[in-house]
């Protein structure tokens, strides 16, 4: 629909809506790009181990290294598509660097007597 010489759409007022706090909350709360590097290579480094190596971490590392890369390839590199990679990035880490003999050896002791 145009009106003069501006295009207005009837969802174009709903963007506008949330620039106030979108703007705040970037001005108090970022992720450093060598940070984030290093939170991926963490995850990798994981899946390189063997014994900490499981497939939800796998999952979500290769889930957030594809939403990295496809997006660049296909068009250009932004930061917005860093934004969904970032829990999953995290998650990955988090998966990957967790003790798992440990977490084992405990699931043991707590195993209830069978009949």
């Known amino acids: 629909m145009r009106t003069g010489t501006r295009l207005q759409e009837p ?5 506008s809506r949330y620039q106030g706090h979108v703007s705040r909350y970037q001005g108090h709360i970022h992720l450093p790009g060598p940070i ?4 991926l290579l963490t995850g990798l480094a994981g899946l390189c181990i063997r014994r900490s190596r499981s497939a939800a971490g796998l ?10 890369v496809v997006p660049v390839a296909e068009h250009e590199y932004t930061y917005r598509y ?19 003999e440990k977490e084992a050896a405990q699931a043991q002791l707590d195993l209830p007597v069978t009949p």
């Open 59 to 68: 999952l979500a590392w290769t889930s957030a290294v594809v939403l990295l």
């Open 11 to 15: 969802w174009a007022g709903l963007v």
């Open 36 to 39: 984030f590097g290093l939170i």
């Open 82 to 100: 860093v934004i969904p990679a970032v829990p999953l990035a995290f998650l990955a880490a988090a998966l990957t660097v967790r003790n798992r």
